[in-house]
T-cell receptor, first 115, second 113 residues
Framework: GAGVSQSPSNKVTEKGKDVELRCDPISGHTALYWYRQSLGQGLEFLIYFQGNSAPDKSGLPSDRFSAERTGGSVSTLTIQRTQQEDSAVYLC?????????????FGPGTRLTVL | GENVEQHPSTLSVQEGDSAVIKCTYSDSASNYFPWYKQELGKRPQLIIDIRSNVGEKKDQRIAVTLNKTAKHFSLHITETQPEDSAVYFCAAREDTGGFKTIFGAGTRLFVKA
């Protein structure tokens, strides 16, 4: 079946512009995560959703970052007034908690470059 | 806040040798510890995981050990091969309530042929 998909794959924007990143999780996966990976760095947790609700938003770097999920499926991560330090690969992952399965399946990521 | 420390940051081994990567975590409530492999330009993929009610788990050439008292867990790769070259990430998560997963900074493993 289809894996996690993300769009766009690459996004170049000017400082100060808003960007919207999209994640399509695996069908039926109730949990969805957003991470940020800067060049050569680890995975920085941003936010996760259980269904449409986001119990933990503690990883969002600033109030310029927001995310939503509708219909328990697609999620969008919005960055307002982008800054150069926002440049990174934004990874989305999804998982199901059924039968104790916790594996997070990652999407290919969106490479964001803020000029 | 929660933290996962991972060592070493870079590891170079000769083909056929073993590689060991170590992690420590701070949140005593963590009870699920996955390891991910990320090849250059690709997405992270789960290679093995362990729960806090288990001390060791093995899958072919890969094994993970967990010392919950010391809050340590380690990845062991035996008989390394060039295709094992990648960045490996450990992670810790508290699984009964939330899903927040804290990743280590990663270990870049080079296996020399």
């Amino acid at each position: 079946g289809a894996g996690v998909s993300q769009s766009p794959s690459n996004k170049v924007t000017e400082k100060g512009k808003d960007v919207e990143l999209r994640c399509d999780p695996i069908s039926g996966h109730t949990a969805l995560y957003w991470y940020r990976q800067s060049l050569g760095q680890g995975l920085e947790f941003l936010i996760y959703f259980q269904g449409n609700s986001a119990p933990d938003k503690s990883g969002l770097p600033s109030d310029r970052f927001s995310a939503e999920r509708t219909g328990g499926s697609v999620s969008t991560l919005t960055i307002q007034r982008t800054q150069q330090e926002d440049s990174a690969v934004y990874l989305c992952a999804s998982s199901t908690r059924k039968d104790g399965n916790n594996e997070q399946f990652f999407g290919p990521g969106t490479r964001l470059t803020v000029l | 806040g929660e933290n996962v420390e991972q060592h070493p940051s870079t590891l170079s081994v000769q083909e056929g040798d073993s590689a060991v990567i170590k992690c420590t975590y701070s949140d005593s409530a963590s009870n699920y510890f996955p390891w991910y492999k990320q090849e250059l330009g690709k997405r992270p993929q789960l290679i093995i995981d362990i729960r806090s009610n288990v001390g060791e788990k093995k899958d072919q050439r890969i094994a993970v050990t967990l010392n919950k008292t010391a809050k340590h867990f380690s990845l062991h790769i035996t008989e390394t091969q060039p295709e094992d070259s990648a960045v490996y990430f450990c992670a810790a998560r508290e699984d009964t309530g939330g899903f927040k997963t804290i990743f280590g900074a990663g270990t870049r493993l080079f296996v020399k042929a």
